[in-house]
Protein backbone atom coordinates (compact mmCIF):
# COMPACT_ATOMS: atom_id res chain seq x y z
CA UNK A 1 0.00 0.00 0.00
CA UNK A 2 1.16 3.55 -0.74
CA UNK A 3 2.93 5.93 2.03
CA UNK A 4 2.88 9.55 2.12
CA UNK A 5 6.20 11.06 0.94
CA UNK A 6 8.42 12.02 3.15
CA UNK A 7 8.33 15.42 2.10
CA UNK A 8 4.30 15.45 3.30
CA UNK A 9 5.04 13.11 6.06
CA UNK A 10 6.82 16.33 7.29
CA UNK A 11 3.73 18.61 6.56
CA UNK A 12 0.70 16.95 7.69
CA UNK A 13 -0.31 16.90 11.39
CA UNK A 14 1.98 14.49 13.32
CA UNK A 15 -1.02 11.96 14.24
CA UNK A 16 -1.52 11.64 10.50
CA UNK A 17 1.85 10.80 9.05
CA UNK A 18 0.96 7.13 9.18
CA UNK A 19 -1.72 7.25 7.22
CA UNK A 20 -2.25 5.57 3.67
CA UNK A 21 -3.60 7.53 0.70
CA UNK A 22 -6.66 5.50 0.22
CA UNK A 23 -6.58 3.59 -3.18
CA UNK A 24 -9.45 0.73 -3.15
CA UNK A 25 -6.95 -1.01 -6.54
CA UNK A 26 -10.53 -2.06 -7.61
CA UNK A 27 -11.10 -4.92 -9.73
CA UNK A 28 -13.83 -5.25 -12.29
CA UNK A 29 -15.57 -8.49 -11.71
CA UNK A 30 -18.65 -10.46 -13.06
CA UNK A 31 -20.27 -10.66 -9.90
CA UNK A 32 -19.11 -8.51 -6.98
CA UNK A 33 -19.95 -9.39 -3.47
CA UNK A 34 -17.53 -7.48 -1.79
CA UNK A 35 -19.03 -4.25 -0.50
CA UNK A 36 -22.34 -5.52 0.94
CA UNK A 37 -24.38 -3.55 -1.56
CA UNK A 38 -27.69 -4.21 -2.07
CA UNK A 39 -27.02 -5.76 -5.37
CA UNK A 40 -30.22 -5.21 -6.57
CA UNK A 41 -31.78 -2.03 -8.34
CA UNK A 42 -33.84 0.28 -6.95
CA UNK A 43 -37.17 -1.06 -7.48
CA UNK A 44 -38.72 0.05 -10.57
CA UNK A 45 -41.86 2.39 -9.11
CA UNK A 46 -39.77 3.90 -6.56
CA UNK A 47 -36.73 4.53 -9.35
CA UNK A 48 -39.33 6.38 -11.18
CA UNK A 49 -40.52 8.42 -8.21
CA UNK A 50 -36.81 9.10 -8.02
CA UNK A 51 -36.67 10.60 -11.57
CA UNK A 52 -39.07 11.71 -11.53
CA UNK A 53 -38.03 13.75 -8.22
CA UNK A 54 -34.42 14.86 -9.44
CA UNK A 55 -35.90 16.16 -12.72
CA UNK A 56 -38.05 18.33 -10.84
CA UNK A 57 -34.81 19.66 -8.69
CA UNK A 58 -32.91 22.77 -9.73
CA UNK A 59 -29.36 22.52 -9.13
CA UNK A 60 -28.36 26.31 -9.25
CA UNK A 61 -29.20 26.93 -5.32
CA UNK A 62 -27.74 25.78 -2.38
CA UNK A 63 -29.42 22.83 -0.17
CA UNK A 64 -31.57 23.24 2.62
CA UNK A 65 -28.29 22.31 4.85
CA UNK A 66 -30.69 20.30 7.43
CA UNK A 67 -32.80 18.55 4.91
CA UNK A 68 -35.53 19.70 6.61
CA UNK A 69 -38.34 17.85 4.18
CA UNK A 70 -36.40 14.29 4.46
CA UNK A 71 -35.82 14.86 8.26
CA UNK A 72 -39.62 15.10 8.91
CA UNK A 73 -40.24 12.03 6.32
CA UNK A 74 -38.09 9.78 8.36
CA UNK A 75 -39.03 11.23 11.99
CA UNK A 76 -42.55 10.45 10.95
CA UNK A 77 -41.50 6.87 9.57
CA UNK A 78 -39.34 6.41 12.79
CA UNK A 79 -42.31 7.58 15.32
CA UNK A 80 -40.21 10.89 16.27
CA UNK A 81 -39.96 14.48 15.95
CA UNK A 82 -38.02 16.64 13.79
CA UNK A 83 -35.27 16.97 16.23
CA UNK A 84 -34.25 13.98 16.68
CA UNK A 85 -32.80 13.17 13.32
CA UNK A 86 -30.12 14.53 11.25
CA UNK A 87 -28.74 13.25 8.02
CA UNK A 88 -25.66 13.19 6.58
CA UNK A 89 -23.56 12.10 3.33
CA UNK A 90 -23.38 8.94 4.27
CA UNK A 91 -23.38 6.99 7.57
CA UNK A 92 -19.99 7.66 7.46
CA UNK A 93 -20.37 11.36 7.58
CA UNK A 94 -22.03 10.85 10.69
CA UNK A 95 -19.47 8.21 12.25
CA UNK A 96 -17.00 10.78 11.80
CA UNK A 97 -18.80 13.94 12.93
CA UNK A 98 -20.28 11.91 15.86
CA UNK A 99 -15.77 11.68 16.69
CA UNK A 100 -15.71 15.14 16.11
CA UNK A 101 -18.25 16.03 17.99
CA UNK A 102 -17.41 14.14 21.29
CA UNK A 103 -13.94 12.61 20.71
CA UNK A 104 -10.87 13.88 20.63
CA UNK A 105 -7.87 14.24 22.67
CA UNK A 106 -8.14 12.45 26.28
CA UNK A 107 -11.43 11.17 24.99
CA UNK A 108 -11.76 7.32 24.99
CA UNK A 109 -13.97 5.31 22.23
CA UNK A 110 -14.95 2.01 23.63
CA UNK A 111 -14.68 -0.45 19.61
CA UNK A 112 -15.87 -3.64 19.56
CA UNK A 113 -13.90 -5.22 17.34
CA UNK A 114 -13.98 -7.65 15.00
CA UNK A 115 -15.95 -4.74 13.78
CA UNK A 116 -16.57 -2.17 11.29
CA UNK A 117 -13.01 -0.83 10.57
CA UNK A 118 -14.15 3.20 9.83
CA UNK A 119 -14.77 3.58 13.46
CA UNK A 120 -10.96 3.63 14.41
CA UNK A 121 -10.30 5.16 11.53
CA UNK A 122 -12.25 8.23 12.59
CA UNK A 123 -11.04 7.75 16.13
CA UNK A 124 -7.28 8.27 14.92
CA UNK A 125 -8.32 11.12 12.48
CA UNK A 126 -9.91 12.78 15.27
CA UNK A 127 -7.20 11.50 18.12
CA UNK A 128 -9.78 9.69 20.30
CA UNK A 129 -8.45 7.23 22.04
CA UNK A 130 -9.70 3.57 21.51
CA UNK A 131 -10.44 0.54 23.98
CA UNK A 132 -10.69 -2.75 22.52
CA UNK A 133 -13.23 -5.18 23.74
CA UNK A 134 -12.58 -8.05 21.09
CA UNK A 135 -15.71 -10.27 21.04
CA UNK A 136 -15.32 -13.88 21.95
CA UNK A 137 -12.75 -15.13 19.41
CA UNK A 138 -15.53 -18.61 18.65
CA UNK A 139 -18.54 -17.14 18.60
CA UNK A 140 -17.80 -13.35 17.98
CA UNK A 141 -20.43 -12.46 20.34
CA UNK A 142 -19.73 -9.47 22.47
CA UNK A 143 -18.44 -10.02 26.06
CA UNK A 144 -21.16 -8.73 27.69
CA UNK A 145 -19.21 -7.78 31.59
CA UNK A 146 -16.04 -6.35 30.30
CA UNK A 147 -17.30 -4.54 27.67
CA UNK A 148 -20.43 -2.75 30.08
CA UNK A 149 -17.32 -2.15 32.25
CA UNK A 150 -15.37 -0.39 29.67
CA UNK A 151 -18.23 1.61 29.21
CA UNK A 152 -18.18 2.97 32.52
CA UNK A 153 -14.99 4.59 32.05
CA UNK A 154 -15.39 5.63 28.33
CA UNK A 155 -16.28 8.79 26.66
CA UNK A 156 -17.92 6.95 23.72
CA UNK A 157 -19.04 3.58 22.68
CA UNK A 158 -20.11 2.16 19.33
CA UNK A 159 -22.45 -1.01 18.98
CA UNK A 160 -22.98 -2.39 15.56
CA UNK A 161 -25.67 -4.48 15.26
CA UNK A 162 -26.29 -6.27 13.16
CA UNK A 163 -22.28 -6.21 13.36
CA UNK A 164 -20.22 -6.23 9.73
CA UNK A 165 -18.61 -8.42 9.21
CA UNK A 166 -19.93 -11.31 11.60
CA UNK A 167 -23.36 -10.61 11.30
CA UNK A 168 -24.62 -11.10 14.72
CA UNK A 169 -27.20 -8.37 16.10
CA UNK A 170 -26.52 -6.50 19.84
CA UNK A 171 -29.12 -7.92 22.16
CA UNK A 172 -31.12 -4.94 23.69
CA UNK A 173 -30.94 -5.66 27.16
CA UNK A 174 -26.92 -5.49 26.70
CA UNK A 175 -27.64 -2.61 24.88
CA UNK A 176 -29.57 -1.03 27.92
CA UNK A 177 -26.41 -2.36 30.52
CA UNK A 178 -23.82 -0.37 28.06
CA UNK A 179 -26.23 2.65 27.68
CA UNK A 180 -26.70 2.70 31.72
CA UNK A 181 -22.91 2.37 32.73
CA UNK A 182 -21.67 4.75 30.28
CA UNK A 183 -21.33 8.15 31.75
CA UNK A 184 -20.88 9.93 27.53
CA UNK A 185 -22.63 8.39 24.61
CA UNK A 186 -23.31 5.36 22.81
CA UNK A 187 -24.06 4.84 19.32
CA UNK A 188 -25.98 1.60 17.77
CA UNK A 189 -25.08 1.61 14.27
CA UNK A 190 -27.78 -0.41 12.52
CA UNK A 191 -26.28 -0.05 8.96
CA UNK A 192 -28.20 -3.28 8.48
CA UNK A 193 -31.40 -3.21 10.83
CA UNK A 194 -33.56 -3.67 7.62
CA UNK A 195 -32.45 -7.30 7.43
CA UNK A 196 -32.58 -8.44 10.95
CA UNK A 197 -35.43 -9.64 12.95
CA UNK A 198 -38.45 -7.25 13.81
CA UNK A 199 -37.93 -6.10 17.66
CA UNK A 200 -34.17 -5.97 17.61
CA UNK A 201 -33.54 -2.47 16.90
CA UNK A 202 -32.20 -0.23 19.18
CA UNK A 203 -35.06 2.56 18.61
CA UNK A 204 -37.29 0.75 21.19
CA UNK A 205 -34.57 2.27 23.49
CA UNK A 206 -34.49 5.41 22.49
CA UNK A 207 -37.43 7.48 24.96
CA UNK A 208 -35.76 5.57 28.14
CA UNK A 209 -31.98 6.70 27.47
CA UNK A 210 -30.70 10.17 26.14
CA UNK A 211 -27.43 8.72 25.67
CA UNK A 212 -28.03 6.94 22.93
CA UNK A 213 -27.97 7.42 19.14
CA UNK A 214 -29.45 4.90 16.21
CA UNK A 215 -26.99 5.42 12.83
CA UNK A 216 -29.23 4.53 9.52
CA UNK A 217 -27.86 4.27 6.12
CA UNK A 218 -29.94 4.28 2.81
CA UNK A 219 -26.86 2.45 1.09
CA UNK A 220 -27.63 -1.02 2.05
CA UNK A 221 -31.76 -2.15 2.29
CA UNK A 222 -32.44 1.33 -0.40
CA UNK A 223 -29.78 0.08 -3.03
CA UNK A 224 -28.56 4.11 -2.90
CA UNK A 225 -25.28 3.60 -1.71
CA UNK A 226 -23.97 5.74 -4.81
CA UNK A 227 -26.08 8.43 -3.89
CA UNK A 228 -24.74 8.39 -0.26
CA UNK A 229 -27.50 9.04 2.69
CA UNK A 230 -27.41 8.08 6.40
CA UNK A 231 -29.24 9.48 9.43
CA UNK A 232 -29.09 9.35 13.41
CA UNK A 233 -31.83 9.29 15.36
CA UNK A 234 -31.20 10.96 18.57
CA UNK A 235 -31.96 13.26 21.44
CA UNK A 236 -32.61 17.19 20.13
CA UNK A 237 -29.28 18.38 22.24
CA UNK A 238 -27.26 15.19 20.76
CA UNK A 239 -28.78 16.21 17.17
CA UNK A 240 -27.63 19.76 17.64
CA UNK A 241 -24.09 18.93 18.22
CA UNK A 242 -24.02 16.57 15.29
CA UNK A 243 -25.50 19.56 13.23
CA UNK A 244 -23.22 22.37 14.56
CA UNK A 245 -20.09 20.47 13.62
CA UNK A 246 -20.95 18.90 9.94
CA UNK A 247 -20.10 20.41 6.62
CA UNK A 248 -22.95 22.55 6.17
CA UNK A 249 -24.03 21.37 2.30
CA UNK A 250 -22.70 17.98 2.87
CA UNK A 251 -26.05 16.95 1.62
CA UNK A 252 -26.68 17.96 -1.78
CA UNK A 253 -30.05 18.56 -3.30
CA UNK A 254 -29.68 15.71 -5.97
CA UNK A 255 -29.24 12.92 -3.05
CA UNK A 256 -32.01 14.70 -0.35
CA UNK A 257 -34.72 14.69 -3.30
CA UNK A 258 -33.65 11.42 -4.39
CA UNK A 259 -33.49 9.77 -0.62
CA UNK A 260 -36.99 12.18 0.16
CA UNK A 261 -38.71 9.93 -2.80
CA UNK A 262 -37.22 6.21 -1.96
CA UNK A 263 -37.90 7.29 1.71
CA UNK A 264 -41.46 7.69 0.98
CA UNK A 265 -41.65 4.67 -1.50
CA UNK A 266 -40.13 2.62 1.37
CA UNK A 267 -42.96 -0.37 1.38
CA UNK A 268 -41.53 -0.67 -2.59
CA UNK A 269 -38.18 -1.95 -1.69
CA UNK A 270 -40.12 -4.63 1.38
CA UNK A 271 -39.75 -7.39 -1.06
CA UNK A 272 -36.17 -7.54 -2.10
CA UNK A 273 -35.16 -7.20 1.55
CA UNK A 274 -37.37 -10.54 2.16
CA UNK A 275 -35.60 -12.25 -0.89
CA UNK A 276 -32.49 -11.15 0.50
CA UNK A 277 -33.01 -12.13 4.22
CA UNK A 278 -34.43 -16.08 2.41
CA UNK A 279 -31.36 -16.22 0.23
CA UNK A 280 -28.89 -15.48 3.05
CA UNK A 281 -30.43 -18.98 4.64
CA UNK A 282 -29.76 -20.44 1.29
CA UNK A 283 -26.42 -19.22 1.23
CA UNK A 284 -25.21 -19.97 5.54
CA UNK A 285 -27.19 -23.19 5.01
CA UNK A 286 -25.38 -24.03 1.49
CA UNK A 287 -21.95 -23.40 2.73
CA UNK A 288 -22.43 -24.78 6.04
CA UNK A 289 -22.60 -27.85 3.89
CA UNK A 290 -19.35 -27.53 2.01
CA UNK A 291 -16.73 -29.47 4.16
CA UNK A 292 -14.05 -27.20 5.51
CA UNK A 293 -16.08 -24.31 5.34
CA UNK A 294 -17.36 -22.19 8.85
CA UNK A 295 -20.29 -20.37 8.56
CA UNK A 296 -21.27 -17.85 11.48
CA UNK A 297 -25.23 -17.15 11.40
CA UNK A 298 -26.08 -13.61 9.86
CA UNK A 299 -28.66 -10.61 10.42
CA UNK A 300 -27.23 -8.64 7.42
CA UNK A 301 -26.90 -8.71 4.04
CA UNK A 302 -23.73 -10.81 3.91
CA UNK A 303 -22.24 -13.74 5.33
CA UNK A 304 -18.86 -14.24 7.33
CA UNK A 305 -17.31 -17.73 6.28
CA UNK A 306 -13.56 -19.29 7.44
CA UNK A 307 -11.74 -21.76 5.72
CA UNK A 308 -8.36 -22.86 4.92
CA UNK A 309 -6.46 -20.25 2.41
CA UNK A 310 -8.92 -17.67 2.78
CA UNK A 311 -6.59 -15.62 0.70
CA UNK A 312 -5.83 -17.71 -2.23
CA UNK A 313 -9.41 -18.73 -1.99
CA UNK A 314 -10.93 -15.18 -2.63
CA UNK A 315 -7.81 -14.82 -5.15
CA UNK A 316 -8.84 -17.59 -7.03
CA UNK A 317 -12.98 -16.27 -7.21
CA UNK A 318 -11.52 -13.07 -8.76
CA UNK A 319 -9.36 -14.57 -11.74
CA UNK A 320 -10.50 -17.60 -12.41
CA UNK A 321 -15.25 -17.06 -11.65
CA UNK A 322 -14.71 -13.20 -11.81
CA UNK A 323 -16.33 -13.30 -8.56
CA UNK A 324 -14.97 -10.57 -5.63
CA UNK A 325 -15.62 -11.38 -2.31
CA UNK A 326 -13.96 -9.15 0.70
CA UNK A 327 -11.22 -11.14 2.31
CA UNK A 328 -10.43 -10.28 5.93
CA UNK A 329 -7.37 -12.48 6.51
CA UNK A 330 -5.24 -9.59 7.62
CA UNK A 331 -7.53 -8.46 9.91
CA UNK A 332 -6.55 -9.01 13.79
CA UNK A 333 -9.16 -11.87 14.96
CA UNK A 334 -10.57 -12.81 11.16
CA UNK A 335 -7.68 -15.12 10.34
CA UNK A 336 -9.02 -17.04 7.36
CA UNK A 337 -12.15 -15.94 6.90
CA UNK A 338 -13.92 -13.77 3.95
CA UNK A 339 -17.15 -12.03 3.93
CA UNK A 340 -19.78 -12.60 1.28
CA UNK A 341 -22.72 -10.35 0.41
CA UNK A 342 -25.62 -11.93 -0.51
CA UNK A 343 -26.69 -10.88 -3.82
CA UNK A 344 -29.46 -12.17 -6.35
CA UNK A 345 -29.99 -15.89 -6.34
CA UNK A 346 -27.89 -16.56 -9.50
CA UNK A 347 -24.86 -14.75 -7.89
CA UNK A 348 -25.14 -16.19 -5.03
CA UNK A 349 -25.53 -20.25 -6.46
CA UNK A 350 -22.40 -18.88 -8.57
CA UNK A 351 -20.41 -18.45 -5.33
CA UNK A 352 -21.93 -21.35 -3.53
CA UNK A 353 -20.90 -23.19 -6.90
CA UNK A 354 -17.37 -22.07 -6.64
CA UNK A 355 -16.76 -22.72 -2.98
CA UNK A 356 -17.83 -25.83 -3.31
CA UNK A 357 -15.11 -26.63 -5.67
CA UNK A 358 -12.43 -24.31 -4.89
CA UNK A 359 -12.08 -24.87 -1.02
CA UNK A 360 -11.42 -28.53 -1.04
CA UNK A 361 -8.51 -28.54 -3.43
CA UNK A 362 -6.98 -25.36 -1.32
CA UNK A 363 -7.65 -27.63 1.67
CA UNK A 364 -5.56 -30.02 -0.09
CA UNK A 365 -3.01 -28.06 -1.15
CA UNK A 366 -2.57 -26.92 2.31
CA UNK A 367 -2.12 -30.27 3.94
CA UNK A 368 0.37 -31.06 0.98
CA UNK A 369 2.39 -28.21 1.82
CA UNK A 370 2.54 -28.70 5.51
CA UNK A 371 1.00 -25.46 5.70
CA UNK A 372 -1.23 -22.52 4.94
CA UNK A 373 -0.14 -20.25 2.55
CA UNK A 374 1.21 -16.64 3.76
CA UNK A 375 -2.25 -14.54 4.18
CA UNK A 376 -2.69 -11.24 2.20
CA UNK A 377 -1.85 -8.27 4.83
CA UNK A 378 -2.91 -5.65 2.62
CA UNK A 379 -6.57 -4.20 2.05
CA UNK A 380 -7.04 -4.31 -1.52
CA UNK A 381 -10.62 -3.29 -1.81
CA UNK A 382 -13.08 -0.93 -0.75
CA UNK A 383 -13.27 -0.78 3.32
CA UNK A 384 -17.22 -0.82 3.78
C1 LIG B 1 -22.09 0.40 5.12
C2 LIG B 1 -21.94 0.73 6.54
C3 LIG B 1 -22.18 2.02 7.05
C4 LIG B 1 -22.58 3.23 6.30
O1 LIG B 1 -22.26 3.32 5.00
P1 LIG B 1 -22.60 4.64 4.18
O2 LIG B 1 -22.57 4.16 2.78
O3 LIG B 1 -21.54 5.65 4.51
O4 LIG B 1 -23.96 5.12 4.60
C5 LIG B 1 -22.09 2.23 8.41
N1 LIG B 1 -21.76 1.24 9.22
C6 LIG B 1 -21.52 0.00 8.78
C7 LIG B 1 -21.19 -1.06 9.76
C8 LIG B 1 -21.58 -0.29 7.43
O5 LIG B 1 -21.27 -1.52 7.02
Redesign the pocket.
Known sequence: MAQLSERVKALVQPHLRTLEPYDPNFTPTHVNLSA?ENTYDVPAPARALIDAALAATPTNRYPDPMSNDLRDELAAWHGVARENVIAG?????L?YNFLLAFGGPGRTLVNVPP??S?YAFFASLTQTGVHDVWRDPETFLPQADELVAAAGEASLVIL?SP??PTGDVAPLELVARVCDACPGLVMV?E??GEFAAAGTSAEALLAEHDNLLV?H????AFAL?GA???YVIAAPDVIDALAAVRQIYSVNVLTQAAALAAVRARAEFDATVEKIVSERSHVYESLARVEGVRVWPSEGNFVLARMAGASRVRERLRDERSILVRDFSYAPGLADCLRITVGTPEENDAVIEALSEIVPEEAARAVATGNEPACATNKEDQD?
Open positions: NNGGDELTFETNNDAYLTLSKARCGD
